[in-house]
């Protein structure tokens, strides 16, 4: 069962949590940097959680991580991870604070040589999902083969986040031309 569909089962409140991610953000591109860099934080973080635990920890991300800001986090201290393992707005994985700052280091390398982040998928594309898992554990820490995929999937890089009979599948189609490249 397509997460299109399972959305129609849940509760009320589930629903609503579930559906404003599926019908507004998930598998439309994103074309600013903090905002890339911030799905891949939240797709990070999801592994071994359900999605849902990290749909309601959005916000708590958004603050802790300085709305972010890809230069803001490359430049964290020791300190500021300190302050994020003590955060319990966010998960205080130690691995997964340590993958999101050194990945906004590497980013703010990418955005130097490619001109940003989104410069950077659009020279890769397109792969296969095995190419772009190969790249990705060569590039980012953290990055397995389902954190990948679901990065991007829910930005438009890889087919998947939506089934062809759902009604926003279409929506996607007309804002992104990347899923017609898709290997």
Not at 79 to 90: C, F, H, K, N, S
Not at 112 to 131: C, N
């Amino acid at each position: 069962m397509s997460y299109c569909s399972v959305i129609e089962y849940m509760s009320e409140d589930k629903k609503a949590l579930h559906k404003a991610y599926h019908d507004k953000l998930y598998g439309f591109p994103i074309h600013d940097d903090n905002e890339l860099f911030g799905r891949l934080i939240l797709e990070i973080n999801q592994a071994g959680l359900s999605w849902e635990t990290i749909l309601k920890k959005e916000t708590g991300f958004r603050e802790a991580y300085d709305n972010f800001n890809i230069e803001k986090v490359a430049s964290y201290t020791a300190e500021d991870r300190e302050r994020l393992l003590a955060d319990v707005g966010i998960i205080r994985n130690r691995l997964k604070i340590n993958a999101a700052i050194e990945n906004a280091k590497t980013i703010v390398g990418i955005q130097k040589e490619y001109g940003s982040f989104e410069k950077w998928l659009e020279h890769q594309h397109p792969r296969s999902k095995e190419e772009w898992v190969k790249l990705f554990k060569k590039t980012f820490k953290f990055t397995g083969g389902e954190i990948v995929n679901e990065f991007l999937m829910s930005i438009g890089f890889l087919q998947g986040a939506h089934s062809a009979d759902c009604k926003i599948y279409k929506d996607i189609l007309k804002t992104n031309p990347m899923w017609l490249k898709t290997k």
